[in-house]
């Protein structure tokens, strides 16, 4: 009854909003006098009772004020300082008052890690209003036109391996070896 109370006067939710409670996420379509249900993202409907949840830790999602990305973009080691000065240059531009863009929070790019297999560049940005699909649809087009641009300008992205074969006319291989003469 206590949990009831609590969750009336609070109202750290409402009916329509997306929840994460105890690996269960989806919206709330019913607040009880004894219970809550959450129908989950698949489908299923899930009931806490009110007098366990008011004890849970909730992250009301419907509640956010943005949505923050935090990408890594990682290119070869063969890569020179020239070029990756280039793809911090078209990361920031494509970033430079995008759509979704508070002013009180400008994306970040920075060159900030040596990998063990690549170099890193850090992207974050934050995506506003909270819309979720139209946050989706950003990221797709943030995610071509830089496969679009890194491409025409020649930057290479880091698989989790590299492999240099021969024959390759990009990255020429040598063996060091030494020809008798």
Same mark, same amino acid.
């Given at each position: 009854?206590? /949990? ?8 750290? +939710?409402?009916?329509?909003? #997306?929840?994460?409670?105890? =690996? ?9 006098? #004894? ?7 698949? =489908?299923?409907?899930?009931?806490? $009772? ?12 419907? *509640?956010?004020?943005?949505?923050? #990305? !935090? ?14 000065? %280039?793809?911090?240059?078209?990361? &920031? ?6 759509? /979704?863009?508070?002013?009180? +929070? ?6 900030? %890690?040596?990998?063990? !297999? ?15 699909? &139209?946050?989706?649809?950003?990221? %797709?087009? +943030? ?6 641009? +890194? ?17 390759? $006319?990009?990255? $020429?291989?040598?063996? /060091?070896? *030494? *020809?008798?003469?």
């Amino acid at each position: 009854m206590f /949990g009831s109370i609590v969750i009336f006067s609070d109202r750290p +939710f409402e009916v329509g909003d #997306r929840l994460q409670v105890d =690996g269960v996420d989806g919206p709330v379509v019913e607040v009880g006098f #004894r219970s809550t249900k959450i129908r989950t993202l698949d =489908g299923h409907l899930v009931t806490i $009772p009110n007098g366990e949840l008011v004890n849970k830790n909730i992250v009301n999602i419907a *509640k956010r004020p943005y949505i923050r #990305r !935090t990408l890594n973009v990682t290119i070869t080691y063969d890569t020179p300082p020239e070029k990756v000065e %280039e793809a911090l240059a078209i990361l &920031k531009s494509m970033l430079d008052n995008h759509e /979704g863009m508070d002013p009180a +929070f400008p994306p970040r790019v920075v060159f900030n %890690e040596f990998n063990s !297999t690549s170099l890193n560049i850090l992207v974050i940005y934050w995506y506003h209003p909270p819309d979720f699909w &139209k946050y989706m649809a950003f990221t %797709e087009r +943030f995610n071509m036109e830089l496969l679009r641009r +890194f491409g025409e300008a020649g930057i290479v992205f880091a698989s989790t391996q590299t492999l240099h074969l021969a024959g390759d $006319p990009k990255r $020429p291989l040598e063996l /060091g070896l *030494k *020809k008798d003469t």
